[in-house]
């Protein structure tokens, strides 16, 4: 199983970032969202699709339709700028996108 | 908490271990253990995990090298990954699935370790 993300997103200060991912039926599969900043341990932002973990922000939201998940910050800080993943498991096995670089300027 | 350790040197098709210390917590409370890795500009690549029934799972890509052993006596779970190349040189991470179902993630990691492949 692939998943599909573009290697860099950038948005402005304040304004919304949108980080999709893609993925024969994903939709239906629920995926999950991790933040990572180089040196530092990757960050669970969004599991079952939607949800966010105790401590994330609320600026931080997703969605799944068809074949296409997205991750949306909305009022994005500098703050927010890492590398972001998508994440499904398949038949048990976990499989992460490729990554996408948000870039906050 | 999860603490990696291990070797920071492997010679090239020598056998990396590595271990990850479980604190506040226990193996046995019912959640997947994992192995994570990230190579030199390249994303997160899931190695494998085991439940603490023993039970595991591997990246297909890396299951012929790859075992992952948990000791809840200890209070640990560990890493072998034989033959190994350059191309394994990444910074590893163990994590927590944060529940047993089909649809959670990875909620606790450790700080990762530096392991480097070279004579």
């Known amino acids: 199983y692939e998943l599909t993300q573009p290697p860099s997103v950038s948005v402005s200060p304040g304004q919304t970032a949108y980080i999709a991912c893609s993925g024969n039926?994903?939709?239906?599969?629920?995926p999950c969202w991790y933040q990572h900043n180089p040196g530092q341990s990757p960050v669970l932002v969004i599991y079952?699709?939607?949800k966010r973990p105790s401590g994330i922000p609320g600026r931080f939201s997703a969605s799944t339709s068809g074949n296409t998940a997205t991750l949306t910050i909305s009022g994005t800080q500098p703050v927010d700028e890492a590398d972001y993943y998508c994440?499904?498991?398949?038949?048990?096995?976990?499989?992460f996108g490729g990554g996408t670089q948000l870039t906050v300027l | 908490q999860l603490k990696e350790s291990g070797p920071g040197l492997v010679e090239p098709s020598g056998t990396l271990s590595l271990t990850c210390a479980v604190s506040g917590g226990s193996i046995a409370s019912g959640n997947w253990w994992n192995w994570v890795r990230q190579a030199p500009g390249k994303g997160l690549e899931w190695i494998g995990g085991v439940y603490h029934t023993g039970h595991t799972r591997y990246n297909p890509s890396l299951e012929s090298r790859a075992t992952i052993s948990e000791d809840q006596s200890s209070g640990y779970f560990s890493l072998e990954l034989t033959s190994v190349t350059a191309a394994d040189t990444a910074i590893y991470f163990c994590?927590?699935?944060?529940?047993?179902?089909?649809?959670?993630?990875?909620?606790?990691w450790g700080q990762g370790t530096t392991v480097t492949v070279s004579s």
């Open positions: 039926m994903l939709g239906h599969r629920y």
């Open positions: 994440q499904v498991w398949d038949n048990d096995n976990m499989v």
């Open positions: 994590a927590r699935k944060m529940a047993s179902g089909l649809y959670y993630g990875l909620d606790i």
């Open positions: 079952e699709g939607d």
